[in-house]
């Protein structure tokens, strides 16, 4: 952390930002994150906790969103979104994602 903090990391920029979150530098981690064009699945699924940590879970399901945004086809963050939803009570939105996620799995399976 402290050749992060010095600029003297040989880290790229992704995994400082998992290294930053690991010891519960939070808003660095997101920090980080912004700056990296194409996150991957578990890029969203961090940043998603890091705001669930922080208590927002509003972001925390944006995240997961945007996620799916750039991987409509992502079944775990469907599965996480789903999830989360159901856990909020979410009935409408659940379903949405529920189909979602059966078209995907049917659509493997042919």
């Known amino acids: 952390i402290c050749s992060i903090k010095q600029g003297s990391s040989n880290l790229s920029t992704r995994q400082q930002a998992y290294a930053y979150a690991k010891v519960g530098l939070y808003s660095m981690a997101l920090d980080l994150f912004s700056k990296t064009e194409?996150?991957?699945?578990?890029?969203?699924?961090?940043?998603?906790?890091?705001?669930?940590?922080?208590?927002?879970?509003?972001?925390?399901?944006?995240?997961?969103?945007?996620?799916?945004d750039q991987d409509p086809t992502n079944k775990q963050l469907l599965s996480t979104i789903i999830t989360e939803l159901k856990s909020r009570g979410d009935t409408n939105e659940t379903e949405k994602y529920e189909i979602r996620l059966k078209d995907l799995e049917f659509k493997n399976y042919q």
């Open 38 to 68: 194409t996150k991957t699945t578990g890029d969203w699924l961090l940043i998603s906790d890091i705001y669930k940590v922080r208590g927002d879970s509003r972001k925390s399901l944006e995240a997961l969103k945007s996620g799916l």
